[in-house]
């Protein structure tokens, strides 16, 4: 790969994207759970008119929105709720999934609800992306599978993404998740997934037009046979692309890839040293507060 003149500045603006937000847009959200006030996401101030007709279950003030109602009637609040702000055109892309509603502190599970219902609410989603690969014969990444995304999409359509990526709803670990989406979008059987290889967790917080991103992105890595063609199965990718690792590395950092799927190209790259070493050192101070750990493989 051409190594990048140390004058010229190696940006990646989905680093910027991943943590772009304007702190003064939105107020916390808690649920109010046994006595004890749990923070589970934040509620966009402008919607706050909206929420006002659930004035017994939820408590309205200058500082924060609180859920009051017990945890045997959360789900039936958030159901009555979620379909009526769907109604109202406030929550969109709906997908019939259920994605979990955790305390940002401890991870306890305070309910459930409909996975579009998650950016209105702000709540802490997680993602599963895999990076599938070519190599040459040391081991060295040379070919990286890519995908664009259906045009038809309801969030991002058209643009470039990971070969496997998706949402992992309620009752699957990422590694699941991402064995599930490998044969949905790329066509592959669980046992052409066995050498999975688990990369870093990410942590994106952004204002999107659907709300507020707050997930946590599992990386894996998949080394796949030459020979093998991926196809798509679920209709959602528009086509498939193998595209030499400078290639893929350039639209990741030209934005022509999702945010996530821009920051999980990153993380393949630095791990397995694919930039120049000015590049590697300036992105891998530029993304490291974004990092949050190891993904897992466990299933």
């Not at 500045?9 to 107020?27: N, T």
């Not at 019939?96 to 609800?113: C, H, N, S």
């Not at 528009?238 to 030209?254: F, G, K, P």
Request: net charge negative; with cysteine.
């Amino acid at each position: 790969m051409t190594s990048l003149a140390p004058t010229e500045p190696p940006d990646w603006p989905a680093i910027a994207a991943a943590q772009a937000r304007d702190p003064d847009a939105r107020l916390p959200f808690f649920i109010d759970d046994q006595g004890h006030s749990l923070l589970a996401g934040s509620v966009a101030r402008a919607h706050l008119p909206a929420l006002a007709r659930w004035h017994s279950e939820l408590r309205i003030d200058d500082l924060a929105v609180t859920l009051t109602t017990p945890a045997a009637g959360r789900a039936a609040f958030f159901a009555q709720a979620n379909l009526a702000l769907r109604e109202a055109g406030l929550i969109k892309a709906w997908r019939d999934e259920t994605y979990p509603v955790l305390a940002q502190q401890g991870g306890a599970l305070l309910a459930t609800f409909e996975r579009a219902a998650s950016r209105f609410w702000g709540t802490t989603t997680f993602g599963a992306h895999c990076n599938g690969y070519l190599a040459d014969p040391s081991g060295r990444p040379t070919h990286l599978w890519i995908a664009r995304r259906a045009l038809d999409k309801p969030t991002d359509p058209g643009l470039l993404d990971n070969l496997i990526g998706g949402g992992v709803p309620h009752g699957q670990t990422p590694a699941e998740a991402v064995v599930r989406e490998g044969w949905e979008e790329a066509g592959l059987r669980p046992d052409q997934m066995q050498s999975l290889v688990a990369g870093r967790q990410l942590r994106v917080a952004r204002d999107i037009a659907e709300g507020f991103q707050l997930e946590q992105v599992s990386v894996f890595d998949l080394a796949l046979p030459p020979d093998l063609v991926p196809e798509n199965q679920d209709g959602e990718v528009h086509s498939l692309t193998l595209m030499t690792v400078e290639q893929a590395l350039d639209h990741a950092a030209a934005g022509d890839m999702t945010v996530d799927a821009a920051l999980v190209t990153l993380d393949f790259a630095l791990r397995r040293r694919l930039l120049s070493t000015h590049r590697h050192q300036h992105l891998q101070v530029m993304s490291e507060s974004l990092w949050t750990g190891r993904a897992s493989l466990s299933r």
